[in-house]
């Protein structure tokens, strides 16, 4: 099965087929949502480089057109050409089976496709399921490479990975192809078979970042009201530029890791859960000896400005934080 491209190329906006398969597009992209539901956006403006919810990625393509060389659809499951595992299209997913060892299941699991996570009971269960399968992937995280491997854990060798990959200011495109490559090398190998898991597995431990576009001179985030503005709101500097293949990018970009989804990770696993409490519950409280920042005068002085939060951790055993 291969993926129906032929309507990105239409320019007329108000053709119907081009509006029918722009709606179709972002009901389908939707089971490559992250966490808070939101999908890459392959409108002109946003070049991938935004996401949204998918209804507004609709009205997006809608509005701005389909960026024209975004033709192999990476950023919405598709694997580049030569690099499918089994020879399938992704679009043929969901009966994959593959020698990977579950993590694309898991992370199945933990990014239901059909839920609307507006309601709050599903948003409830939602939650619930994902701490259950960050348990798993916590879990999962710890094995070896490879069997017999010693050196690195799934996800030490990820992390170590993705900072060659910033360091070198690599693509996402060669971080597709050296997962690929290990795959096909390593036929035991427990990673992500490319970029786009390798960042949704990381996401799914509360390693995940967004990436917010700024001003060049650092006047302005285009967040917020400042989302859908091209130009700084303060300097009028444009947003992006061209790179020499003539391709829209961002000049600047904050990468900006939120604390809220780490610290329920953290929470979430009864194995981090105890560590998170082991400050209250099981540290020496010996006065006058300075062993941990909790007996330092700063933390004690936060206790009694703050003491609901500060009894908390006693009120919060593992099990309940699952
Ligand atoms: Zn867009
Ligand atoms: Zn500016």
């Known amino acids: 099965m291969t993926f129906d491209k032929s309507w990105t190329k239409i ?10 398969k722009a709606l179709a597009f972002a009901n389908w992209a939707k089971k490559y949502a992250d966490s808070e539901g939101k999908i890459h956006c392959p409108c002109k403006k946003c070049v991938n480089a935004g996401r949204h919810d998918p209804a507004i990625v609709s009205t997006h393509i809608i509005h701005n057109g389909f960026e024209p060389t975004y033709n192999i659809w990476i950023y919405h499951g598709e694997h580049l050409p030569g690099y499918e595992t089994d020879g399938t299209d992704s679009e043929c997913d969901e009966s994959e089976n593959d020698s990977n060892d579950g993590v694309e299941d898991l992370l199945n699991d933990a990014f239901p496709t059909g839920g609307e996570p507006e309601a709050e009971n599903f948003r409830d269960d939602a939650d619930q399921r994902n701490n259950l399968n960050a348990e798993k992937l916590f879990i999962d995280m710890e ?16 992390l170590e ?19 690929n ?61 061209e790179n020499d293949k003539g391709k829209k990018k961002p000049v ?68 309940a934080c699952q």
């Open 181 to 241: 490559l290990f795959s096909q090398a390593y036929k035991d190998v427990n990673l992500p078979r490319n970029h786009y898991e390798a960042k949704k597995y990381l996401r799914t431990l509360g390693l995940g970042y967004e990436s917010i576009h700024a001003c060049k001179h650092d006047c302005a985030l285009f967040w917020k009201e400042y989302t859908e503005l091209q130009n700084c709101p303060v300097c009028s500097t444009s947003r992006y530029e």
């Open 143 to 158: 094995k070896p490479l490879y069997p017999g491997c010693d050196e690195f854990s799934v996800l030490s060798f990820l």
């Open 252 to 319: 600047k970009v904050l990468r900006y890791f939120p604390v809220t989804s780490r610290l329920k990770r953290l929470y979430a696993s009864r194995h981090t859960a105890k560590e998170m409490l082991w400050h209250d519950q099981q540290r020496n409280k010996e006065e006058g000896v300075l062993r941990h920042p909790a007996d330092g005068q700063a933390w004690k002085h936060f206790d009694t400005v703050f003491p609901d939060f500060a009894n908390e951790s006693s009120k919060c055993s593992p099990r």
């Open 161 to 179: 990975l993705m900072n060659v990959k910033l360091t070198c200011n690599m693509t996402n495109v060669s971080m597709d192809m050296i997962l």
């Open 11 to 20: 320019t007329n906006k108000e053709d119907q087929t081009f509006i029918k």
